[in-house]
């Protein structure tokens, strides 16, 4: 029997993939078939079949993916299969249920503004679906098998797909399509890079200061923040001493800033922004003693 707190974790994943693909979906019907606007992958794919034998973009796309599908749990294997087969039915099932109310898109005066739209929704919609540790399937199952068979890289391999996308969907579109495709693909990738770093994103603060011993101290009463102290040596007086180091919140940073500054003036700080943290007190709850 599945405890609570797992059927809890497993609801929420669900959603969230659900979420996620609708929104993608919602950015294929909404913004790009209304404006003409082409983009990569198996979504380009589909709609430079529709536009050349008027095929539904989501009937392509649940034929495409669940053949891609089979290729990849046949070659990559069973592990694969179990984190691709929720997105391989509920991406087709949302673009079918959005193309078959009648849903009505936006027809923009400036293609651009449909680009943003279209950008922002696909790589929040990717974004939430890979948070959730799902993967998306389509185009990315042919890479995964091409780095496996004759280890091409993924992502090369996935850009030149996209590119072999882009250039096919030229045939049924005008000549600023190729542009406004690139955009596209510049814009989602760009908010889904933000997407999934969202709320991990930490502050890491290096100290070297000869009052380490206050400034340590001081930190974690001000700040409730945990720190580790660094054994080193200077370059030019190869004097030994220890060096703090601090992972913050963005917010927490003028205050730490401050608070050195007052201590020690001539303290030598290294900040650095870091994606992620894992561990006590950040992904798990802090212990006091």
């Known amino acids: 029997m599945m405890d609570k707190k797992a059927a809890g974790k497993m609801a929420v994943q ?71 087969v929720l997105s391989t039915v509920i991406y087709p099932l949302m673009l079918g249920l959005l193309e078959g109310t009648g849903t009505a898109g936006f027809v923009m005066e400036e293609r651009l503004v449909a680009v943003l739209y279209a950008g922002l929704l696909i790589g929040m919609g990717i974004g939430v679906v890979m948070r959730a540790g799902a993967s998306t399937g389509g185009m990315d199952i042919p890479a995964l098998i091409l780095k496996k068979k004759w280890n091409i890289n993924v992502s090369m391999a996935i850009y030149l797909m996209d590119c072999i996308v882009l250039a096919l969907q030229l045939l049924a579109a005008d000549s600023y399509a190729i542009l406004y495709g690139i955009l596209l693909i510049i814009v989602y990738t760009m908010v889904l890079d933000k997407v999934l770093v969202a709320g991990n994103a930490k502050i890491q603060v290096k100290i070297v200061t000869t009052r380490y011993e ?76």
């Open 214 to 289: 206050e400034i340590n101290r001081l930190i974690g009463e001000r700040l409730d923040c945990g720190t580790s102290l660094l054994h080193m040596e200077t370059g030019y007086l190869h004097r030994e001493q220890e060096m703090i180091l601090a992972v913050i919140s963005k917010r927490d940073l003028p205050r730490l800033n401050g608070l050195v500054l007052d201590e020690d003036p001539e303290a030598f700080m290294v900040i650095n922004q870091i994606n992620e943290v894992r561990g006590r007190g950040f992904t798990l709850k802090k212990v006091y003693r």
């Open 14 to 84: 669900l959603t969230e993939i659900i979420v996620g693909n609708l929104m993608y979906a919602a950015a294929v019907v909404l913004f790009i078939v209304p404006n003409g606007l082409i983009t990569g992958g198996t979504t380009g794919l589909a709609l430079f079949i529709n536009r050349m034998t008027g095929l539904p973009i989501s009937v392509f796309v649940s034929a495409f993916n669940i053949t891609m599908f089979l290729l990849g749990a046949w070659i990559l294997g069973k592990q694969f299969a179990v984190t691709t």
